[in-house]
Each structure stands twice: as C-alpha cells, then as structure tokens.
C-alpha cells in the first residue's frame, strides 16, 4: 500500500531554512504528481507545492520564491527546501500523492518558526 514518510522538520528562526524529505513507497513514485501540503494550529489544510513528475512545479501564491520542490526518482524521495521561513510557516507538513489535497498524505513533520 502506499507508504509516505516525512523528516527534516525543525525549530529554526525567521530568515532560516529548512529541507524536509518524503520517502515513498507501495507505488510507482517516478510516474505520481506529489506535493506537499500543511496545516496550521486551528487551520484547515492547505496544499502548499506540486511536482508533475514531467518536470513542471507548481507553488501557492504565499511560498512562491521561498520554496522548491523537488525529487529523486532513484530514490523514491520527495523535497522541499524551504527558505527566507516565516513565523507563518510554522505547521505540521505533509508529503502527499496527487495536487490539491486529494491523495494519500503522510504522517507529517512539525515545522516551528519563531525567534
């Protein structure tokens, strides 16, 4: 079945940066649109970047410029870098099948950010 297991979540201060990974398995990962997603304390869900495994990339209007996706398909992992963070980014992050927020999600990993 489809397995979805993020890591690299921190504490880190605005202006810092963070990688978080997504090890996937249980399906063909090379041939998925994945994203990833998150969700704020007392906020619904919301989809944050895509990868269309064809080499497009997608991004919401508030990390554009501060985030990149990306991924091995070697290794069956998905990324995402995450620069200039803001205290607003802080949320619980998701590595997820599909765009938009149908799809199998992970369990996720804590993003904090504060000074």
């Known amino acids: 079945q489809v397995q979805l297991v993020e890591s690299g979540g921190d504490s880190v201060q605005p202006g810092g940066s963070l990688r978080l990974s997504c090890t996937a398995s249980g399906f063909p990962f090379g041939t998925y649109y994945m994203s990833w997603g998150r969700q704020a304390p007392g906020l619904l869900r919301e989809w944050v970047a895509g990868d269309n495994a064809r080499g497009r990339t997608d991004y919401a209007d508030s990390v554009k410029g501060r985030f990149t996706i990306s991924r091995d398909n070697n290794k069956n992992i998905l990324y995402l870098q995450m620069n200039d963070l803001k205290p607003e980014d802080t949320a619980v992050y998701y590595c997820?099948?599909?765009?938009?927020?149908?799809?199998?999600w992970g369990q996720g990993t804590q993003v904090t950010v504060s000074p």
């Open positions: 997820k099948t599909g765009s938009g927020l149908s799809g199998n």
